[in-house]
T-cell receptor
Framework: AQSVTQLGSHVSVSEGALVLLRCNYSSSVPPYLFWYVQYPNQGLQLLLKYTSAATLVKGINGFEAEFKKSETSFHLTKPSAHMSDAAEYFCAVSDGDSGGYQKVTFGTGTKLQVIP | DADVTQTPRNRITKTGKRIMLECSQTKGHDRMYWYRQDPGLGLRLIYYSFDVKDINKGEISDGYSVSRQAQAKFSLSLESAIPNQTALYFC????????????FGQGTRLTVV
């Protein structure tokens, strides 16, 4: 079984401040981990993904995430928030295509508000 | 043009009506998915399909059916819509292989009154 927990359904930061969105996962096999972003009235798009290569993963728009096996975490960070970062962010875990189907479990999402 | 296109984008329907949501893709992916998004619940899988002949139920398939008309087309039907099926519905595709990302359509906002 696999699961994802995103701490904080809403996070507010000031423009220029550090963004930290938390994600903890549970998986019985080595996981693949993803962060997706959803802008208003749009579908989800991939920010970054962890596939067991490097533990620090860099994504688009200045975001990065670090895989920490000992903490079962995959937190998303950005050094300096921009107004355009306001969106909802979803963490997801995959069991990696076992049995021919990649089961993906999504977290409940964190809405990021950026205050001018 | 979007790689994954959903129609309609918005729909209001009455309880008991049958409704179809359509999805088409130009990614060339064999795998297609239908998800439902509800506030505070994230995305939940309704159905998924490996190819035209392979369709599988997800975690919340009751009250829904699907049809894979071609590699590029995957439709979701609500046979008799009910108000708790009011939600945002997403179609997605992915390539084969381990740890592949999903590509999402822009969503269909469905309201059942």
């Amino acid at each position: 079984a696999q699961s994802v927990t995103q701490l904080g359904s809403h996070v507010s930061v000031s423009e220029g401040a550090l963004v930290l969105l938390r994600c903890n996962y549970s998986s019985s096999v080595p996981p693949y981990l993803f962060w997706y972003v959803q802008y208003p009235n749009q579908g989800l798009q991939l920010l970054l993904k962890y596939t067991s290569a490097a533990t620090l993963v860099k994504g688009i728009n200045g975001f990065e995430a670090e895989f920490k096996k000992s903490e079962t975490s995959f937190h998303l960070t950005k050094p300096s928030a921009h107004m355009s970062d306001a969106a909802e962010y979803f963490c997801a875990v995959s069991d990696g295509d076992s049995g021919g189907y990649q089961k993906v479990t999504f977290g409940t999402g964190t809405k990021l508000q950026v205050i001018p | 043009d979007a790689d994954v296109t959903q129609t309609p984008r918005n729909r209001i329907t009455k309880t008991g009506k049958r409704i179809m949501l359509e999805c088409s893709q130009t990614k060339g992916h064999d795998r297609m998915y239908w998800y439902r998004q509800d506030p505070g619940l994230g995305l939940r899988l309704i159905y998924y399909s490996f190819d035209v002949k392979d369709i599988n139920k997800g975690e919340i398939s009751d009250g829904y059916s699907v049809s894979r008309q071609a590699q590029a087309k995957f439709s979701l039907s609500l046979e008799s819509a009910i108000p708790n099926q009011t939600a945002l519905y997403f179609c997605a595709t992915s390539d084969k292989g381990r740890g592949t990302e999903a590509f999402f359509g822009q969503g269909t906002r469905l309201t059942v009154v």
